[in-house]
Every structure is written in structure tokens, then in C-alpha cells.
């Protein structure tokens, strides 16, 4: 007999901002109710790529700039992310988990759009480093503002 937590079936990763946790690059901490409520009800994960792969909270702020993540003091945090995102990925891997309900704008869990790299609060389509890794391993990955 397997034991309680092996048969339990995860159907998300959510990212860990989103539910209260303090992850964000500021220390501040935001709940959307709708995917915390997931989690309470233990059908989602909360992680966070960036915290997974070493970096501090607070930190200075990142963005994506020609394929490398670089923080507001122009040093590289690419290896972090990448960290980060693997781990995310393994955990993922190991529950058998499909979907991924990720912080839009982020660049670790941006889907859609992040920012550009200038630190100008610019927008460019793109992924983050994590939603990048997570889509090119079949894991579908969904922004939470569609969520």
C-alpha cells in the first residue's frame, strides 16, 4: 500500500507570489484568491523558480535582455533563473502535473509578455525562463491574468 501522499494527484504549479507567499523581488506579498484557493484545497503546488534558484527576497528587480536575465545593477542572474526552473520542472516531472498557472510579466513565469530589459516598465512579447522550460516539456502554462 502506497502511503497518503503518493496517491495524492496535483493538478497545478502555481506560482508561490500569487498565494501569499513572500517570493516577489520586492518582499511584498499579493493573493489572488482564486488560485490560493487551489492550493488550499491541495490541487496546486506554490513555487517559486527565482527563490528555488537562490535568490534572496528582497532582491533587485530582473529582466530579460538578449536571452540573459539581468538584475537592475547590470549583473547576471541567468544561471539562477535556469536553476530554478529546472527545479520547478523536476517537481512538476514528479507529480505528473500538466498545467501551470504562472505570474505574468515575470522572467521566470512570464507566458506572454515581459519586460524588455531597459528597466523602463516596457513590455516585449516573450517567455519567462521557467514558462519557456515548462511549455517545451509539455506542460501547458497559463497566464494568471487568463486565469
Do not use: W
Not at 530589459?117 to 497566464?143: A, C, K, M
Amino acid at each position: 500500500m502506497e502511503p497518503e501522499e503518493k496517491k495524492h494527484k496535483y493538478e497545478y504549479i502555481v506560482s508561490a507570489c500569487l498565494c501569499g507567499e513572500k517570493t516577489r523581488y520586492d518582499g511584498k506579498v499579493f493573493v489572488k484568491d482564486k488560485i490560493k484557493k487551489l492550493v488550499d484545497q491541495g490541487k496546486a503546488i506554490p513555487v517559486c523558480p527565482e527563490v528555488a534558484g537562490g535568490l534572496e527576497v528582497p532582491r533587485l528587480p530582473c529582466e530579460i535582455r538578449e536571452g540573459r536575465v539581468i538584475n537592475a545593477a547590470s549583473e547576471d542572474k541567468t544561471g539562477n533563473f535556469v536553476d530554478g526552473a529546472n527545479k520547478v520542472l523536476a517537481l512538476a516531472k514528479k507529480h505528473g502535473i500538466k498545467k501551470a498557472i504562472l505570474k505574468e510579466k515575470s522572467p521566470s513565469c512570464g507566458s506572454k509578455h515581459v519586460y524588455d530589459g531597459t528597466f523602463t516598465g516596457t513590455l516585449t512579447p516573450g517567455q519567462g525562463i521557467t514558462s519557456r522550460l515548462l511549455q517545451e516539456n509539455g506542460i501547458e502554462v497559463i497566464s494568471d491574468e487568463d486565469f
